[in-house]
């Protein structure tokens, strides 16, 4: 492949590669580190089922953004009562914020770890950074922006080709996962640790970002509308969305891949277990992995949180604006999408104040994962109740196979909230 036609397709991706790279932020650093260093390779499984799950479930949203013209909250008022829409929206902004807290406050601590200091500063430095740039930036820019903070995940490869890793036995235990089983560990530790590789991996926030995103790319192309009827540009857009999301979300589940095998290979196999952080696992990278890997890892951290809080903070003011009917949109400026812009600010101050105050970010993304785990079901059955409609996809509508991952992807996540429930 040639350099223009690399070009080509790099510049096709957009929506599905920012949506997976925002999915491996601190919080899910985080779970993914806890991941490697109690279970070591065990769990690898986990992000094998989730991949084809993941694209699956986003390629829908995607689709429902670019078919419709409109977000997934818009659509899920065309089925809902509007007090389902309204309840599943608030738990979505609340799941958000809380995750936003978390996601900041793991970058103050890699702050600190990397150039000493107070967190608080750094705290408030980022919080600050996040609102200013979501303000302040054309959709455009902020679309190159985001892009180019994908790249920060590649630090998790580079931690990975920095140490010795035994492949043959992350197979063996991934595939097998009997094959090893954690001492001390219950299975009803093993039941809530699955259940946070599948909360963390497939959340009801990149679900409304994608197809926000869709929206408003498709909305700088006047003609997209009347074009969208013709079955040769349908199909190279529905293709279009298609390749973004397999990579954004293949590219996500190797990233993640590259986290739990780094921590499980420095951490686990040299006696530390116990890890709640992310960036506690930036640290404990430190004495047995050397500068390097922890350098890189903290920075990792601090790059995909840039990333991933205007996305939490920008997918809950898509989905509030939807429901109330407000003009919105990254391409809109300030004054004409005040209400947009006042949910991302709120959002990110709130996020950023907890973070501030010192909540437990364990507890805290223990009350987000609950929160997404228990939209996260009723939203998936709406969005195939959305994909298989006629009266609202057209001729567009899901494909049978399309159909079968996004079932099973719903099926998966309703298992999931079971188990989570039944383990509490």
């Given amino acids: 492949m040639n350099a223009r036609k690399i070009n080509e397709f790099a510049g096709r991706l957009g929506p599905g590669l920012i949506t997976g790279a925002a999915d491996d932020d601190p919080s899910g650093i985080a779970t993914y580190s806890q991941i490697g260093s109690q279970f070591r390779f065990g769990l690898v499984w986990t992000l094998l089922l989730t991949t084809p799950l993941m694209i699956g479930i986003q390629m829908l949203s995607a689709r429902i953004g670019w078919v419709t013209g409109e977000g997934l909250a818009a659509n899920m008022a065309k089925l809902c009562p509007r007090w389902l829409t309204m309840t599943l929206v608030f738990l979505l902004v609340v ?64 931690v990975i080709l920095s140490v010795d890793v035994p492949w043959r036995r992350v197979a063996l235990e991934g595939l097998m996962p009997w094959a090893y089983f954690p001492p001390g560990v219950s299975a009803r530790d093993y039941a809530q640790m699955v259940v946070a590789v599948l909360g963390t991996t497939i959340s009801p926030y990149l679900f409304f970002w994608q197809a926000a995103q869709e929206v408003e790319d498709a909305e700088r192309r006047p003609q997209a509308a009347q074009l969208r009827s013709h079955p040769e540009y349908a199909a190279e857009h529905l293709s279009r969305i298609k390749a973004d999301t397999f990579v954004g979300m293949s590219f996500s589940n190797v990233i993640a891949l590259c986290i739990v095998v780094a921590t499980a290979v420095t951490l686990n196999m040299r006696g530390v277990t116990d890890i709640q952080s992310s960036a506690q696992a930036a640290e404990a990278l430190r004495p047995v992995a050397g500068e390097f890997a922890f350098a890189i890892f903290a920075l990792g951290i601090i790059g995909t949180g840039l990333l991933a809080v205007p996305v ?113």
């Fill in 95 to 158: 799941a958000n914020t809380i995750n936003i807290a978390a996601d900041i406050g793991a970058m103050g601590e890699a702050a600190r770890l990397i150039a000493g200091g107070h967190p608080v500063l750094y705290v408030v430095g980022f919080g600050a950074l996040c609102i200013v740039s979501q303000v302040s930036f054309s959709y455009e820019r902020s679309v190159r922006v985001l892009k180019w903070l994908t790249l920060a995940l590649f630090a998790y490869v580079a």
């Fill in 312 to 424: 939490l903070a920008g997918s809950a003011a898509y989905a509030v604006s939807e429901v109330f009917g407000w003009k919105h949109g990254l391409s809109r400026g300030f004054h004409e999408a005040r209400g947009f812009y006042a949910i991302i600010i709120a959002a990110t101050l709130i996020g950023t104040l907890m973070s501030t105050l010192e909540v437990d970010p364990i507890k805290a993304l223990v009350w987000s994962a609950i929160v997404n785990g228990v939209i996260s079901v009723p939203i998936m059955v709406v969005m195939m109740g959305i994909g298989q409609s006629e009266r609202i996809m057209g001729r567009l509508t899901m494909s049978l196979r399309h159909r079968f991952f996004g079932w099973a992807a719903t099926g998966v996540m309703g298992a999931a909230v079971i188990v989570m429930f039944a383990t509490a």
